[in-house]
């Protein structure tokens, strides 16, 4: 039927010009959108290793310092080595898992004895905001600095706000109520440390 | 220790990440089919059947068409082809797509089942949860198990949501309701107050 | 539906349904503008935490309508009857992944932010209730400002939602802007600039924040508004 027809060529025409607009824009744009992709990690990568140069930096330069400052060891777990001079100063690894709403993601750095703790950040958490969700803030991952991922049997982990009065070099303290966050995290971190470590033995 | 478990998953998107009471999705419908439980009842299940299987469509055809990396696309053609910015406008036409197609095979197969769900099937296309759904899932980076869980559990949990809200309602029909407060108003803040129960699930999921 | 009941005897029982239906979503959405209004909101109470989320939300709610206003007004007389709603969602849905592109690229902090909700606007019953009542009937730069007009009454709601959300949830006022006000006793954060301190030693209620916060404001604010104006009908 001629009216019907008429309606599918005006569909087809119109989704075949929006289409290809937006795949136009879209290409265009994608470049960037890329980069702000990476930038996440990155940006939080040279943040962990305390990388030298990141302080303002523009985003190109601070992907330029990833490209060479930075060098990742394939496999599983992925390693990033920061490395200045051609000597290593520091090692990063992921450490990502299940919080308590939704998935956390975050980033350990350690020195290159691989076992002090030279940083921490979750970049991407969901937690509850002002409770958990203090995991993101630069004052508690502060408190990661100098602790050691492993010590005999002890892991890192977080303990309950409050409950230790001499915290230990892998106790790190809690936020107050909200005990069942840094439950998750210490789950997830555990399971990273235990890989990371092991991985360091194969690669010595 | 990468994706939480097909259950977790599901249990969560139920509870303790209730589409409408944490993500306020599918608010539309709720507000207007909330008043007696039995049509919320059959909404419900409308909604828990359409969000199972779009979400399991749309993840078949954002992996396998849109995604660069996976996509049959950029396997045929040799170098990776990003779709990604057409994900809204596809889903919504699955969504829409297969509620027509629902339509037509409930129709044709059984007569009860048409009076009793036909009518909510075009209420169903305009639910924002069910493409807040799958826009999550691919948020979420979840697979396809879990994507599947994911859509059951959300239709699952909005339609405990609104069968809740519906059997309030039922008996707030005899409560003094100052006038401006009177139908959309309550319904908001008895809706606030379920969200705080909600709430309570937190860490029910063991970790 | 074709006009052809006259034929038959009654229409069926299954063709009264079928009609009956578009006509219960019309008449109790899309016909009752305060009611749309309302609705279109809804979903976007998810960003209401901090003010400048809505801010954006918002911008982006008057970008698409306006502009989808707009081409759908050129295009009136050359879409047919029949796929009118179709070829509305096509246009709303290129200018909702079009701003959700640029978002994407010049401020990516702030599309992860709003998540899957700048997609969700093509849903928003607000947006295609002006393509379908106005746009189609009137001429382009009318159609512009009536999708302006409805923008900015969706942006009041959802900035004074946020407004009070943020004050009573974490006692800032557009916090993630270099103008952060702070109002609590204590910093936002150490690495984020604020503009002012204002010392008052209260503590935020942390219910604010999360969802409940939204749902009961947004109740408030309707009776609120209906207490004022007990002639608008929902």
């Known amino acids: ?204 | 220790m990468d994706q939480p478990s097909f259950w977790i998953v599901l249990v969560a998107a139920i509870f303790t990440n209730n589409i409408l009471l944490r993500y306020f999705l599918g608010m539309c419908s709720f507000l207007a089919v909330s008043k007696r439980v039995e049509t919320a009842v059959g909404l419900g299940i409308a909604v828990v059947f359409v969000c199972t299987a779009t979400s399991a469509l749309n993840w078949l055809l954002y992996y396998g068409l849109l995604n660069p990396s996976t996509s049959i696309i950029s396997k045929a053609m040799g170098q990776e082809l990003d779709l990604r910015f057409l994900q809204f406008i596809l889903f919504i036409a699955v969504i829409a797509g297969f509620v027509q197609l629902v339509e037509m095979i409930v129709e044709r197969v059984s007569e009860s089942l048409y009076m009793a769900l036909g009518i909510y099937l075009p209420l169903i296309t305009v639910n924002c949860a069910i493409l807040g759904a799958c826009l999550f899932m691919v948020i979420r980076e979840y697979d396809f198990l879990r994507s599947v869980a994911y859509g059951l559990g959300s239709g699952l949990g909005w339609m405990l949501a609104i069968v809740s809200m519906a059997s309030i309602r039922e008996r707030l029909r005899f409560s003094n309701i100052p006038k401006p407060l009177k139908e959309v108003g309550i319904v908001m803040i008895v809706t606030g107050i379920m969200a705080m129960a909600f709430i309570g699930f937190a860490g029910m999921v063991s970790l | 539906m074709n006009g052809q009941g006259s034929d038959k005897e009654k229409p069926t029982l299954k063709e009264d349904i079928r009609m009956g239906r578009k006509a219960m979503w019309a008449g109790i959405v899309m016909d009752n503008p305060v009611f749309c209004q309302l609705l279109g909101v809804c979903s976007a109470l998810a960003v209401t935490g901090k003010v400048v989320n809505a801010v954006v939300m918002s911008v982006a709610v008057i970008f698409v309508t306006a502009m989808s206003n707009v081409l759908v007004s050129t295009m009136r007389k050359a879409i047919p009857r029949s796929v009118r709603m179709i070829a509305e969602v096509v246009v709303i849905a290129f200018f909702v992944i079009l701003f959700d592109q640029l978002l994407k690229a010049f401020w990516f902090d702030m599309s992860r932010e709003l998540g899957p909700y700048v997609g969700l606007i093509i849903t928003n019953c607000i947006v295609m209730g002006r393509a379908e009542a106005f746009a189609l009937q009137n001429r382009p730069v009318p159609s512009l400002l009536d999708g302006i007009g409805n923008g900015l009454g969706y942006t009041a709601v959802l900035v004074a939602v946020a407004v009070v959300r943020e004050l009573t949830g974490s006692g800032t006022l557009l916090a993630g802007t270099p103008l952060a006000i702070v109002f609590k006793a204590g910093q936002l954060s150490s690495e984020t600039p604020c503009l002012l301190q204002i010392p008052i030693p209260f503590e935020p209620s942390q219910m604010m924040i999360l969802a409940p916060g939204a749902f009961f404001t947004m109740g408030i604010l309707i009776f609120i508004f209906r207490a004022i104006r007990p002639e608008e009908e929902i």
């Open chain 1, 1 to 204: 039927m001629n009216d019907k027809l008429r309606a599918l060529v005006f569909l087809a025409i119109l989704s075949l010009i929006v289409g290809n607009v937006l795949a136009g824009i879209s290409l265009g744009l994608q470049q960037r959108i890329e980069n702000n992709r990476k930038l996440l990690m990155v940006g939080s990568l040279l943040d962990v290793l305390q990388v030298d140069g990141r302080e303002n930096a523009s985003d190109a330069e601070l992907l330029d310092l990833f490209e060479e400052k930075l060098q990742l060891k394939e496999g599983s777990p992925r390693i990033y080595a920061y490395e200045e001079d051609g000597k290593v100063q520091a090692y990063a690894f992921d450490v990502s898992g299940r919080g308590l709403w939704d998935k956390v993601k975050g980033l350990v750095a350690v020195e290159e004895d691989g076992v002090t703790v030279r940083g921490v950040r979750f970049y991407e958490q969901n937690e509850t905001p002002g409770l958990g969700g203090e995991i993101g803030t630069l004052a508690f991952v502060r408190q990661f600095e100098g602790k050691r991922l492993q010590e005999e049997t002890d892991v890192l982990a977080i303990v309950k706000a409050g409950t230790v009065a001499d915290l230990s070099s892998t106790q790190v303290d809690g936020i107050t109520g909200a005990t069942m966050t840094g439950d998750a995290v210490n789950v997830f971190l555990a399971d990273g440390i235990e890989a990371f470590l092991a991985r360091m033995e194969e690669m010595k």
